[in-house]
């Protein structure tokens, strides 16, 4: 018989492809890990399984913005998204260890006795993470808790990836008009275009705070480009579609402004992180790199050394990985 934990996996993966928008996924991973590690608030966040960038997120009852912001920008210093130890990382007032100093006390001065951080891992990447918290007065996670969780890693990890592939590509493709905004040191805005906001509104899912709008994929990827001292791009699932997200340091890379650029993503940029989310093999992708250039079927069979029912049976497949019905749909998707 199966465990409150397998059968809350299986709802939870059977489910992925019927959620709409990215709250609700949000919402129904929240109810179900509930029923085995109660929580009173919670953040999700998909990842770029290319730069390990936050990409697009969810969250509840948590931090306010400002020390949702310390939070991202020290996580995106530190790498310390991923425990080397294993899926599952618990955060409590009171630990010793001097790497999450910065969370404790932000997690103390917020209200917050405990949280627990499920990595969603799948396949050799990272796709995301849901972070648990119980407010003050509430017992820290357990290691129970913490077994349950671990369990839930690798399937949590195959909902996500199934929300996002649900998603037909011919759909997904953003419309977004091209948005700049400046950060400062902090990751403070100094200046933001009127088609920033918007942007900003279409990447957090038009989530706020209390009023305020919570920039977490802005300042996650902001900080990253700190760190890497010159040019950062993160594929975003955004609620018009994906679109890249590209930030550069301006002036001294660990301490000055960043730029970030947010506009509809070009081929060459959107396909490393489409193929990883829709499942396409990298013959497949050949494929498709190889229709973007404009080669018939014939030319790609030749090009590939294989027969031209073997590039149409490649053709097929991406189809239906991506929920296009013609060639014409994928290379729009991909270039409109």
């Known amino acids: 018989m199966a465990t409150g934990v ?11 492809s019927e959620v709409g928008t990215v709250p609700e996924l949000g919402d129904l991973l929240s109810g179900l890990v509930g029923q085995v590690v109660p929580h009173d608030g919670h953040i999700l966040f998909g990842m770029d399984p290319v730069t390990r960038a936050g990409c697009f997120g969810d969250l509840n009852n948590c931090y306010s913005p400002q020390a949702l912001q310390r939070i991202v920008t020290d996580t995106a210093r530190s790498d310390s998204v991923r425990d080397r130890t294993g899926p599952v990382r618990v955060l409590t007032p009171g630990m010793s260890d001097p790497r999450h100093s910065t969370q404790l006390r932000i997690m103390s001065a917020e209200g917050f006795a405990s949280e627990l951080r499920i990595e969603l891992t799948g396949g050799g990447r990272t796709w995301g993470m849901l972070i648990l918290l ?17 369990a839930m890693s690798q399937p949590l990890a195959i909902t996500l990836k199934r929300f996002v592939a649900s998603t ?43 009023g305020e709008e919570v920039l977490d994929p802005v300042w996650d990827i902001a900080q990253r480009a700190r760190q890497a001292g010159g040019p950062v791009v993160c594929r975003s699932f955004s609620t018009r579609g994906w679109a890249a997200v590209y930030a550069q340091p301006l002036g001294e890379p660990s301490v000055g402004d960043v ?32 229709a973007l250039e404009g080669l018939s079927v014939k030319q790609i069979a030749r090009r590939l050394d294989v027969s031209i029912h073997t590039v149409n049976d490649h053709f097929k497949a991406i189809y239906r990985k991506t929920r296009v019905t013609s060639r014409n749909e994928l290379t729009a998707s991909l270039t409109h």
């Not at 397998?6 to 992925?16: D, F, G, H, Q, V």
């Not at 119980?134 to 671990?150: I, V, W």
């Not at 509809?264 to 989310?277: D, G, Q, R, S, Y």
Request: glycine share 6%; aromatic share 2%.
């Open 134 to 150: 119980r407010a003050q007065g509430s017992t820290p996670f357990s290691l129970t808790d913490t077994a349950h969780a671990a």
């Open 6 to 16: 397998e059968l809350i996996c299986r709802t939870a993966m059977k489910a992925a």
């Open 168 to 210: 037909p590509l011919g759909s997904a493709r953003s419309d977004l008009p091209p948005g700049l905004i400046i950060l400062g040191p902090d990751n403070g805005i100094r200046a933001i275009t009127p088609s920033g906001r918007e942007a900003v509104r279409s990447l957090t899912h038009d989530r706020a705070h209390d």
């Open 259 to 290: 730029a970030v650029t947010i506009q509809p993503a070009p081929a060459e940029v959107l396909l490393p992180a489409i193929t990883a989310w829709y499942g396409i093999t990298p013959r497949e992708q050949t494929v498709i790199e190889r």
